[in-house]
């Protein structure tokens, strides 16, 4: 499979012919959540030492994880500076708000995983005003279906979906 290089999607250092890029490209099984958890924390804090001490571990741990990560991948998150402190650059600055958000679904995942697991989601209420894209609607409904096939569902526009009962709305009766 040929790779193509789209420098507004992903603007990484190497050039499309440069094998690195290619081997970064295909290698992103390596990234766990642990790296970018160090990593934002790593940036936020602009030192490894405070960042070693709110994540509990040591800060060769921490260095290395860094490291790692970026020879990876071909980036550089910071630059390091005299006084044990480092200095994010743009790629370390965007990575920030990337890593909050796949922290944030990440839990949001396993929360709601949880939430099945214990049978606290027996409801699904949906609400919408007048001019609710039907198909956007109707997607939305087929997609919890396909993820809890026994909830019901209820809300302003669907009148009690089912399992694989069809799709309702008040338009329909």
Do not use: W
């Not at 766990?32 to 490894?48: A, D, I, N, S, T």
């Not at 390091?80 to 650059?89: H, S």
């Not at 922290?103 to 214990?118: G, K, M, P, S, Y």
């Amino acid at each position: 499979m040929q790779l193509k290089y789209r420098a507004d999607v992903l603007p990484l250092v190497g050039s499309p012919q440069d094998e690195r890029f290619a081997e970064g490209f295909r290698m992103n099984d390596f990234a766990e959540f642990r790296h970018f958890k160090y990593l934002l924390e790593v940036l936020v804090q602009e030192g490894f030492r405070p960042a070693a001490e709110n994540l509990y571990t040591t800060p060769p741990n921490l260095c290395k994880q860094a490291q790692e990560f970026q020879e990876q991948f071909h980036l550089r998150l910071y630059r390091k500076l005299r006084d044990n402190r480092i200095a994010r650059t743009k790629t370390g600055t965007a990575l920030i708000p990337i890593a909050r958000s796949l922290l944030e679904h990440r839990d949001e995942a396993i929360a709601a995983l949880q939430a099945v697991e214990i049978g606290a989601i027996h409801t699904l209420r949906l609400g919408s005003g007048t001019f609710v894209d039907k198909e956007l609607f109707r997607a939305a409904c087929e997609l919890h279906r396909e993820f809890l096939p026994s909830c019901v569902g209820s809300g302003g526009v669907v009148c009690r979906v089912l399992c694989n009962a069809p799709l309702r709305t008040f338009a329909e009766f």
